[in-house]
């Protein structure tokens, strides 16, 4: 996976897989009993330089590329996806302020948030705004010296623990997309509330959850994006994210095919290895197939976005396939293991659930359908409905 990226890069990559067997892999069934994600978690990786890579070497980051990112994000989240998506959505934050942020805020929050001291959080969806992000109604009202946010955000990754949020926000309803800024939100604000970690299916150490802002206070400094400029920059972070996504999904359903076959391999079934049976070579070989198709989409897709271009299209592909091969291989590669598959040590149940919420995060299929769809009118005039 790593022939084709410059050693500092494949150095990195190897840390990252080597945190996760150390750190992760062990307490992953802990955690999603539990429901939760230590903090200091995110000290560690800091230490390992996870928290830092992609931020650019001015601010004291790694500035490596996409596709060494993504590879990170694999070989994490073959581990856990919960603690991986929640390290990927934390270093995004740090990313976004580090390229976007004035001296002031680098200098107050990067360090913190390098360091995994502070946590990252971006804060775009709500209760009742999910796919149109045009459309979102948390308001933000300027006042001298500031702003006054009231509103509600839902699905915040890494909300239960967050303290540099990062939340777009409404300036003026009549604008449309071009009243939408982004704000800087620190924990303990006047007026900012967690809701209860959700009570999902799976991927709790994401610690997901909802965020209330009563007439909370946000002074001018803590102003990342101003109207106009907020929308674009959601957008082009969900872009990216989605790549991520796809890189996910590739780690969950490598880690299902490489136990399924040790699996099969070693148990012993009318007097042969059960992967004996040409049935469950071809089941498993299909998986195999998928996971090919999806690291080279996923590949296209990071390659697309370091040589600087939108890659719309390229990211919307890789998730929307990379999601629906992650749900179908990992339920293919438990059924391979039997009742054991359905045991809360083996990461099965973990995998499956969190392949499942990856159909919804950062844009359904439903809108990579419509994504795909646009790139492939456009030539003759037409658009997507």
Same mark, same amino acid.
């Given at each position: 996976?790593?022939?084709?990226?410059?050693?500092?890069?494949?150095?990195?990559?190897?840390?990252?897989?080597?945190?996760?067997?150390?750190?992760?892999?062990?307490?992953?069934?802990?955690?999603?009993?539990?429901?939760?994600?230590?903090?200091?978690?995110?000290?560690?990786?800091?230490?390992?330089?996870?928290?830092?890579?992609?931020?650019?070497?001015?601010?004291?980051? $790694?500035?490596?590329?996409?596709?060494?990112?993504?590879?990170?994000?694999?070989?994490?989240?073959?581990?856990?996806?919960?603690?991986?998506?929640?390290?990927?959505?934390?270093?995004?934050?740090?990313?976004?302020?580090?390229?976007?942020?004035?001296?002031?805020?680098?200098?107050?929050?990067?360090?913190?948030?390098?360091?995994?001291?502070?946590?990252?959080?971006?804060?775009?969806?709500?209760?009742?705004?999910?796919?149109?992000?045009?459309?979102?109604?948390?308001?933000?009202?300027?006042?001298?010296?500031?702003?006054?946010?009231? $509103?509600?955000?839902?699905?915040?990754?890494? !909300?239960?623990?967050?303290?540099?949020?990062?939340?777009?926000?409404?300036?003026?309803?009549?604008?449309?997309?071009? !009243?939408?800024?982004?704000?800087?939100?620190?924990? !303990?604000?006047?007026?900012?509330?967690?809701?209860?970690?959700?009570?999902?299916?799976? $991927?709790?150490?994401?610690?997901?959850?909802?965020?209330?802002?009563?007439?909370?206070?946000?002074?001018?400094?803590?102003?990342?994006?101003?109207?106009?400029?907020?929308?674009?920059?959601?957008?082009?972070?969900?872009?990216?994210?989605?790549?991520?996504?796809?890189?996910?999904?590739?780690?969950?359903?490598?880690?299902?095919?490489?136990?399924?076959?040790?699996?099969?391999?070693?148990?012993?079934?009318?007097?042969?290895?059960?992967?004996?049976?040409?049935?469950?070579?071809?089941?498993?070989?299909?998986?195999?197939?998928?996971?090919?198709?999806?690291?080279?989409?996923?590949?296209?897709?990071?390659?697309?976005?370091?040589?600087?271009?939108?890659?719309?299209?390229?990211?919307?592909?890789?998730?929307?396939?990379?999601?629906?091969?992650?749900?179908?291989?990992?339920?293919?590669?438990?059924?391979?293991?039997?009742?054991?598959?359905?045991?809360?040590?083996?990461?099965? $149940?973990?995998?499956?659930?969190?392949?499942?919420?990856?159909?919804?995060?950062?844009?359904?299929?439903?809108?990579?359908?419509?994504?795909?769809?646009?790139?492939?009118?456009?030539?003759?005039?037409?658009?997507?409905?």
């Amino acid at each position: 996976m790593t022939d084709e990226l410059p050693r500092n890069e494949a150095d990195l990559v190897a840390a990252a897989a080597e945190f996760a067997a150390s750190e992760v892999r062990p307490h992953a069934a802990k955690w999603e009993k539990a429901r939760a994600l230590p903090a200091e978690v995110f000290q560690r990786a800091a230490a390992a330089g996870l928290t830092s890579a992609i931020l650019p070497p001015a601010a004291g980051g $790694g500035g490596v590329s996409m596709l060494c990112a993504a590879r990170m994000a694999d070989v994490l989240a073959r581990a856990d996806f919960g603690f991986a998506f929640a390290l990927k959505v934390h270093a995004n934050a740090a990313n976004a302020v580090a390229r976007r942020g004035t001296d002031d805020q680098c200098s107050r929050l990067l360090p913190d948030m390098i360091g995994g001291r502070r946590i990252g959080a971006f804060c775009l969806t709500e209760p009742g705004v999910g796919s149109d992000a045009t459309a979102i109604a948390c308001a933000a009202r300027k006042e001298t010296g500031g702003w006054t946010v009231s $509103g509600e955000k839902a699905w915040v990754t890494n !909300g239960v623990i967050a303290d540099v949020l990062s939340v777009y926000v409404q300036t003026d309803a009549r604008a449309g997309w071009r !009243g939408i800024a982004n704000l800087l939100v620190e924990g !303990g604000s006047p007026g900012f509330t967690r809701g209860a970690p959700y009570d999902l299916l799976g $991927g709790h150490a994401a610690g997901l959850c909802g965020l209330t802002f009563d007439a909370c206070r946000v002074p001018d400094a803590n102003l990342l994006l101003p109207p106009g400029e907020g929308f674009k920059a959601a957008m082009a972070g969900i872009n990216m994210a989605r790549m991520f996504v796809a890189a996910l999904c590739c780690g969950m359903l490598a880690d299902s095919l490489d136990r399924a076959l040790e699996y099969g391999a070693a148990r012993m079934a009318f007097g042969r290895p059960i992967l004996a049976n040409q049935g469950l070579q071809w089941e498993l070989a299909d998986v195999a197939t998928d996971l090919e198709a999806c690291r080279l989409l996923t590949d296209r897709a990071a390659c697309t976005l370091d040589a600087g271009e939108a890659g719309i299209a390229e990211c919307a592909h890789a998730k929307k396939f990379a999601t629906r091969a992650a749900v179908r291989g990992i339920s293919a590669c438990m059924q391979a293991m039997g009742a054991v598959g359905l045991r809360a040590d083996e990461p099965f $149940g973990r995998h499956f659930a969190a392949a499942k919420m990856c159909e919804f995060l950062d844009g359904t299929t439903e809108i990579q359908n419509v994504v795909i769809s646009r790139s492939l009118l456009r030539p003759f005039g037409l658009d997507a409905s």
